[in-house]
Nanobody, 126 residues
Framework: QVQLVESGGGSVQSGGSLRLSCAAS???????RGWFRQAPGKEREGVAS???????TYADSVKGRFTISQDNTKNTVTLQMTSLEPEDTAIYYC?????????????????????WGQGTQVTVSS
């Protein structure tokens, strides 16, 4: 059974930093892994993705502030978030898929991913 478990969420003030981690188990291979977020009343949106070759994709809203990385030996994906803003407040989800996507739009599209974690809350106060 595939499981993705997020950790590291919390509350910070504007300008602060948080590090989210996603531990995966129950499968041996996925091609793309990503972080998504959903704010109250809004649709889920892609934040960052990384593939098995280490190619990364970021949403424009987080470029230069967030960094996605992975440790394939530990089967974990991490999202380092800096210069956080109140607009970053959301539930953050880790996701994975065995499919290959070459386009950035698909790499950040929630519909492209099959496996999902339960989410972790990130709250940024001004």
């Amino acid at each position: 059974q595939v499981q993705l478990v997020e950790s590291g969420g919390g509350s910070v003030q504007s300008g602060g930093s948080l590090r989210l981690s996603c531990a995966a188990s129950g499968y041996r291979y996925t091609y793309n892994r990503g972080w998504f977020r959903q704010a109250p009343g809004k649709e889920r949106e892609g934040v960052a993705s990384i593939d098995n070759n280490g190619r990364t994709t970021y949403a424009d809203s987080v470029k230069g502030r967030f960094t996605i990385s992975q440790d394939n030996t530990k089967n974990t994906v991490t999202l380092q978030m800096t210069s956080l803003e109140p607009e970053d407040t959301a539930i953050y989800y880790c996701a994975a898929t065995r499919a290959f996507y070459s386009g950035d739009d698909l790499r950040l599209a929630p519909r492209s991913y099959y496996y999902w974690g339960q989410g972790t809350q990130v709250t940024v106060s001004s």
